[in-house]
């Protein structure tokens, strides 16, 4: 399979390269040259098929040659050892539960595969490579758990200062080994336009092999769209249409979503969740997209202004305004809807949400209302114990802390604090 830049059409690379680069050297993101469409059979006997024997099936043609069919199977396995439950919330409302992961967040997956590709091409490789990420929240403590200890691999992870949850910095900052995590202060997009400006800095790509380990990498894009996969199979027969609803901040998963329409999954609607950050659902009332500076908020994942994967559903649609307004619908909630939502699935449906999940609840109940045969999937993100911060002390007392969060705790902090460019250059410059 070859990847073609966004930025231009006749520069292609195999998967390889398109993960260790991570961007296209013209700045743009990577997309798959054809995504095959899966026989009807397929879909409609999902359910004989194992997780990885399905993810296996979807993935194959996205890596092509690049790994062995053994070897791709093992990381699959590796990757995928945990559950993806859907818990029935409301007689047509269910809860995708993608926080079963050693982070608690959705990004396990992604960051997982990735961390398993990247080891098993840099294995006989003496240079090393730098993973380079901004993270707003869950995609730091995903990156950093799943790449820990990854031979050859070292990982550099920006994150904006004070609006990240205490739970989600422990995360990024406590690891040590390969990992290092630099507070910036400012805000994502700050980060995000950081990490952008290293990669085009000659001074430093030629003096180092830098990747991205955002959603604009397409190992950790692409095995997103494993979640909806394997909800359907669990949910297929509940209605004749299935929608996802997706709290939605950079778009990566929710676009994953999309490319497993492409390979011929029988969903033809999607809703992207929004908090105050909304240039979607205003693109989807006006055709015009107009990216804002970043509003902080309680779902801090999705305090995006400017979604970088946006670019890749334009594609997949051929910028075709129509064909995406028929695919996607977008809601925007503010912090005041998003906590009233939470106490209500609490009192009336007996379920701590965290804030992300709630908005995706939310744009799912609002959906509803115009189409009220569907079956609704909302993905719920990241456990609610991310969020104590958010949830009132009666609620956090109810939910027992998991292991993989309690271990965390008591480790001390370690981060460097930088506030400009200049700063993370002569940081990476200095490794
Ligand atoms: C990253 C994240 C999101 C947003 O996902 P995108 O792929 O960036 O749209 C939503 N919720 C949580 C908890 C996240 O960590």
Redesign the pocket.
């Given at each position: 399979m070859q990847y073609y830049s966004l930025n231009n059409p006749q520069q292609k690379v195999g998967f390889a390269e398109a993960v260790i680069q991570g961007i296209a050297p013209d700045k743009g993101l990577y997309f798959p040259e054809t995504i095959p469409t899966l026989s009807s059979n397929f879909w409609d006997t999902l359910d004989q098929y194992s997780n990885t024997e399905i993810a296996y099936t979807l993935l194959a043609p996205f890596v092509g040659d690049a790994i062995p069919e053994k070897d791709l199977k093992a990381i699959l396995e590796d990757t995928l050892s945990f559950d993806f439950p859907v818990v029935a919330i409301t007689e047509n409302i269910a809860s995708l539960e993608l926080f079963h992961g050693p982070t608690m967040?959705?990004?396990d997956v992604g960051a997982r595969f990735m961390a398993r590709c990247l080891g098993y091409f840099n294995q006989n490789n003496p240079n090393k490579v730098t993973v380079l990420v901004a993270t707003?929240?869950?995609?730091g403590g995903a990156v950093a758990n799943g790449f820990l200890g990854t031979e050859g691999v070292d990982v550099v992870i920006l994150y904006p200062s004070g609006k990240v949850s205490d739970i989600q910095e422990k995360q990024l900052t406590t690891l040590g080994q390969n990992i290092s995590a630099l507070e910036v202060d400012g805000v994502f997009d700050d980060c995000q336009d950081m990490v952008k400006q290293a990669f085009l800095d000659k001074e430093i790509t030629d003096s180092m092999q830098l990747t991205s380990a955002n959603?604009i990498n397409v190992a950790r894009w692409l095995p997103?769209l494993l979640y909806y996969v394997f909800a359907y199979k669990t949910q297929k027969d509940k209605a004749e249409e299935i929608i996802f609803s997706?709290?939605?901040?950079?778009?990566?998963?929710?676009c994953a979503a999309m490319v497993a329409q492409k390979l011929g999954m029988p969903v033809q609607h999607f809703i992207a969740a929004n908090n105050a950050n909304n240039v979607v659902a205003r693109y989807l009332k006006s055709e015009k997209y107009e990216p804002k500076t970043t509003i902080p908020t309680i779902?801090n994942?999705?305090d995006?202004g400017n979604?970088s994967?946006f670019v890749r559903i334009q594609e997949l649609y051929h910028n075709n305004f129509t064909k995406i307004q028929e695919v996607l619908s977008s809601y925007s909630y503010d912090d005041a809807a998003t906590r009233k939502a939470m106490d209500t699935l609490i009192e009336q449906y007996d379920y701590i949400a965290?804030p992300?999940g709630a908005i995706g609840f939310l744009a799912a109940q609002e959906h509803q209302q115009k189409h009220p045969k569907a079956q609704y999937i909302f993905l719920e993100?990241?456990h609610p114990i991310k969020f104590l911060d958010v949830l009132s002390e009666e609620v956090s007392a109810t939910i027992a802390m998991p292991a993989q969060i309690a271990s965390l705790l008591d480790r001390e902090k370690v981060a460097k604090k930088i506030a400009s460019y200049e700063e993370l250059k002569r940081y990476l410059l200095g490794k």
């Open positions: 967040a959705f990004k707003s929240g869950d995609t959603s997103q997706v709290p939605s901040g950079n778009y990566g998963n929710i779902s994942a999705m995006v979604p994967n965290d992300h993100t990241a």
